[in-house]
């Protein structure tokens, strides 16, 4: 299980992780990191990410909603008049970064990254469970109503997103697959459509590729966020159910 972006103190690694990439002749995460590189991704965020249509952010969701991203963004340090040509779910994101960057966080030093360069450097093979394109398009296929919904449970939690942040990572680093289950999915009990868009279909997605991994001669190293693998519908219960017999190391 991944977090996208962790700090410099979490290395080195546990040998359990190291242990698994040397063994390993291919590493799969979720997408193939080559595709984020800003040549390739940054021009599909902006195109999907942006009104084109002369509509404003604020047009689109409530006062409240407009409101809370003001303030929120009051000591970001970014103009605010900059986040009103970007979509709800485009506003979610940057706020997301902006939290990860003040938790000290830096996805430079995610784990998927931190494994995608090794695996370059190494000479291993990479494969994306989905590509970069199929992220945005699932948050931009959202309708307007969930992604001011998941903008609000966000911003509604800008205050304690901080300690959030950390108790995340601490319970990652623990291997602490309860708590990780109890706070990385807590907020979807009030959003199901989104859980079922971002978790569900996803994790079902992926199975069939990751069965296939298992059965290469040489294993594979899956390396994709925490969030997939915990939980009802988590990849560990799924791969459970076809028959695996799942070991934490």
């Not at 080559?34 to 952010?57: C, H, Q, V, Y």
């Not at 307007?144 to 990572?169: F, W, Y």
């Not at 298992?214 to 519908?233: F, K, T």
Request: net charge negative; proline share 4%; glycine share 6%.
């Amino acid at each position: 299980g991944s977090v996208h972006a962790l700090s410099a103190d979490v290395y080195p690694l546990s040998p359990a992780f190291e242990q698994a990439f040397s063994a390993a002749g291919t590493l799969v995460e979720e997408i193939d990191l080559s595709e984020a590189e800003m040549l390739t991704a940054a021009p599909a965020i902006l195109a999907k990410g942006m009104f084109l249509d002369g509509r404003r952010f604020d047009s689109v969701v409530s006062k409240e909603t407009a409101a809370l991203v003001n303030a929120r963004l009051k000591d970001s340090g970014l103009p605010v008049e900059m986040f009103q040509v970007m979509m709800p779910w485009m506003v979610m994101l940057t706020v997301a970064a902006l939290d990860a960057q003040k938790a000290g966080l830096d996805p430079t030093l995610g784990l998927d990254k931190h494994f995608y360069d090794r695996a370059k450097a190494a000479g291993k093979g990479i494969i994306g469970l989905e590509t970069a394109e199929s992220q945005i398009d699932r948050l931009d296929a959202m309708s307007a109503d969930l992604q001011e919904q998941l903008l609000r449970s966000s911003l509604s939690e800008a205050e304690t997103t901080r300690n959030g942040l950390k108790t995340i990572v601490a319970a990652w680093r623990r291997g602490d697959a309860a708590s990780l289950e109890k706070t990385l999915l807590s907020d979807f009990t009030q959003y199901p459509a989104a859980y079922r868009s971002l978790i569900v279909e996803r994790n079902n997605n992926w199975i069939p590729q990751i069965d296939a991994c298992l059965a290469r001669p040489q294993p594979c190293l899956v390396v994709v966020g925490a969030a997939h693998l915990v939980g009802p519908d988590g990849l560990l219960t799924l791969l459970q159910r076809k028959g695996y017999k799942i070991e934490q190391q």
